[in-house]
């Protein structure tokens, strides 16, 4: 299977013997939710982890999904308010209530100050609609668009509008630095508004003197808008459906997501589907046939990776809803190798490394290779080679643990860790051909490596052989 799992652990799954059952089903990557916990809750866990690791001798990657700032309403006069169509609720500071019959406390000045007449403001995960009339000072006079309940400490959500709150929160920081001692391999940032998030998110990640990639979940319409600003700094995306639908008309969401993964592709950067792919199998055997439908989707799309949530953390068959993902997964792509598409050209042609991939996928392609083997430092390569959506398996070796467990994310990237021994990139390459038990003898293999010219230690990808072993 090429398009690579994540699963979410949670108390259904955290156990030594649930871990090792999820990477027997092709696992490769662990989600940790830290909007339900802080690093030390979370320390058994990575333990267990680690020892299903060495115990399968599988690079397993654990990403840490950092809360966010979620913004919420405060306590109700009265819980639940009960809204019909043009009722009119007033929201501001928790000082004001007094003053309001029909009062939404909420304590966040830096959204009030920038709201305006004619906004539109969610309540209760979407459920509730509101367009401000007018602003009475910090307090925004709001009639409803449909009927519904509200309740305390609800989720609020301000479509299309860019507030001054930073997507890292201080409890964000404390848990990045605590899951980088922890061992964490990656970082999920909730709310990103801008490359600047991003940005601050890789600078604690630089202070703590390592290097983790940083993939940024798009759950805000302002964030949509920047994303190729965004793509630029970070390292991966996520498409986050539950928030991300409800900032953007869910009818946009299906082609919204189709635009996020060709951005994806074309930049060389893993993307994730993610939010109620299987969520039936929380309490069900087997999935709907709309999410069957929806994952296979996702995959022809061209998502790297897929990501189980509520299915595998709290659900009642988290094996299952690994095991039926699976399989939807490699149905799809069968039928994507079939439509004849594969190699797909890059369409920055004036990118030489974009060609170097792809033109190491058309020989591949051509001899009827086993497999391709690509020598990458960075693991770019591997990403290029990856976005052209191959049939054969992609071998990404490097002597970096770092970037072994970030080629996880790659769509068809079975990460290898190799010795920083031979200096040689195309010797490392080739050793590994002729000791690798996968490869017979007489396979023709498709190699890519950097071979710098006389005098120089080090060189890009530059290079394309056929090894026959």
């Known amino acids: 299977m090429h398009t690579k799992i994540i699963a979410t652990i949670g108390p259904a799954c955290s156990e030594k013997h649930m871990i090792q059952r999820l990477v027997e089903q092709k696992v490769r990557i662990f989600r940790l939710n830290f909007s339900h916990g802080e690093a030390a809750d979370f320390e058994p866990i990575v333990a267990n982890i680690r020892k299903v690791e060495d115990e399968l001798q599988t690079g397993l990657t654990i990403m840490q999904d950092l809360s966010g700032p979620k913004i919420r309403a405060g306590e109700l006069k009265e819980s639940p308010m009960n809204i019909n169509v043009g009722d009119e609720v007033f929201m501001g500071p928790s000082g004001e209530m007094d003053r309001f019959e029909d009062y939404l406390p909420f304590d966040h000045p830096e959204i009030l100050h920038v709201l305006k007449k004619g906004d539109e403001v969610r309540l209760s995960d979407g459920g509730l609609r509101f367009e401000v ?21 609800k989720g609020v959500t301000f479509p299309g509008i860019k507030a001054s709150i930073s997507a890292l929160t201080d409890k964000d920081r404390e848990d990045l630095s605590n899951g980088l001692d922890m061992g964490v391999d990656a970082a999920a940032m909730s709310f990103v508004q801008s490359p600047e998030d991003v940005a601050r998110a890789k600078e604690v990640i630089r202070k703590k003197g390592r290097w983790i990639p940083v993939i940024a979940k798009l759950e805000r319409q302002v964030a949509v808008n920047r994303l190729d600003e965004i793509l630029k700094i970070a390292d991966g995306i996520m498409v986050a459906r539950g928030d991300l639908g409800l900032e953007t008309p869910l009818s946009s969401l299906p082609t919204l997501q189709k635009r996020i993964i060709g951005a994806c592709n074309q930049a060389s950067k893993p993307v994730i589907v993610a939010t109620q792919m299987l969520l039936s199998m929380v309490s069900n055997p087997m999935p709907t046939r709309a999410e069957t439908t929806d994952v296979a989707n996702a995959v022809l799309d061209g998502t790297d990776c897929l990501m189980l949530s509520e299915e595998t953390a709290i659900g009642q068959y988290p094996v299952e809803a690994v095991k039926y993902m699976r399989e939807i997964a490699e149905e799809a792509e069968k039928y994507f190798f079939e439509l004849g598409i594969s190699p797909v050209k890059p369409k920055q042609q004036k990118a030489s490394e974009n060609f170097i991939g792809y033109g190491a996928c058309l020989l591949a392609q051509n001899i009827d290779a086993k497999a391709l083997v690509a020598h990458t430092e960075s693991g770019a390569t591997a990403r290029l080679i990856s976005s052209c959506r191959p049939v054969q398996t992609i071998y990404g070796l490097s002597p970096s643990p770092d970037t072994q467990k970030f080629l996880n994310f790659s769509w068809g990237v079975i990460p290898v860790l190799i010795p920083e021994e031979p200096h040689d990139h195309l010797q490392r390459t080739e050793n590994f051909v002729n000791d690798f038990s996968g490869f ?4 023709d293999l498709v190699i890519t490596a950097g071979h710098p010219k006389p005098g120089v230690d080090r060189s890009p990808t530059n290079l394309l052989k056929i090894y026959k072993k």
């Open 440 to 443: 017979m003898d007489g396979d």
């Open 133 to 153: 009339q007018e602003m009475q000072g910090e307090v925004a006079r709001m009639k409803a668009d449909n009927n519904g309940i509200i309740t305390s400490r």
